[in-house]
T-cell receptor, first 112, second 119 residues
Framework: SQQGEEDPQALSIQEGENATMNCSYK?????LQWYRQNSGRGLVHLIL?????REKHSGRLRVTLDTSKKSSSLLITASRAADTASYFC????????????FGQGTRLTINP | EPEVTQTPSHQVTQMGQEVILRCVPI?????FYWYRQILGQKVEFLVS????????KSEIFDDQFSVERPDGSNFTLKIRSTKLEDSAMYFC?????????????????FGPGTRLTVL
């Protein structure tokens, strides 16, 4: 399959700390996206990184992509209680490809 | 900010019944998708739709499933005869046209989902 694993499966940290989540995949990709899902809710798009990019920032989010290792990481700095959610990576094999393949997700809990 | 909407938020049905899940994609988007998430599992791609036809579908999307864009705003997923294993959260998504002919942009915007419970 296209998608590998995300780790950790669950992460619990104190408010203000940084949270790092990792995603691995198995095939070549065109881009990788990170989504957030609050409990029982929809998926919110966070950031997209293309295969020719190594790092991208958006506010408190920093995403890295290592295509040689087929892995990506999502760093959330200065975490807040509102960051508590599940975080998923999703890969796409082609530009404009219409199928996203999701990972299992990391459940992040921010303790006040 | 424009968003994808879905109705109903929760649907309960008896096994064997037909259900229709409804979605209103973002108005200027041309590419539409359905995904599902069984409780505790990954989000799985079901089908993509463009120019009034299916452009890609997964193995999950068998003859029991169909999609339709009945008018200029709605996008529906029909399950003809529901099974217990169809119980899941169903997400609709849409994306806007990219620069190439027939190519969507890469970002898909998801709706809040419809929780389908088959008894």
């Amino acid at each position: 399959s296209q998608q590998g694993e995300e780790d950790p499966q669950a992460l619990s940290i104190q408010e203000g700390e940084n949270a790092t989540m990792n995603c691995s995949y198995k095939t070549s990709i065109n881009n990788l996206q990170w989504y957030r899902q609050n409990s029982g809710r929809g998926l919110v798009h966070l950031i997209l990184i293309r295969s020719n990019e190594r790092e991208k920032h958006s506010g408190r989010l920093r995403v890295t992509l290592d295509t040689s290792k087929k892995s990506s990481s999502l760093l959330i700095t200065a975490s807040r209680a509102a960051d508590t959610a599940s975080y998923f990576c999703a890969t796409s094999r082609r530009r404009g490809a219409q199928k996203l393949v999701f990972g299992q997700g990391t459940r992040l809990t921010i303790n006040p | 900010e424009p968003e994808v909407t879905q109705t109903p938020s929760h649907q309960v049905t008896q096994m064997g019944q037909e259900v229709i899940l409804r979605c209103v994609p973002i108005s200027n988007h041309l590419y539409f998708y359905w995904y599902r998430q069984i409780l505790g599992q990954k989000v799985e791609f079901l089908v993509s739709f463009y120019n009034n036809e299916i452009s890609e579908k997964s193995e999950i999307f068998d003859d029991q499933f169909s999609v339709e864009r009945p008018d200029g705003s709605n996008f529906t997923l029909k399950i003809r005869s529901t099974k217990l294993e169809d119980s899941a959260m169903y997400f609709c998504a849409s994306s806007e046209a990219g620069q190439g002919v027939g190519a969507p942009t890469d970002t898909q915007y998801f709706g809040p989902g419809t929780r389908l419970t088959v008894l």
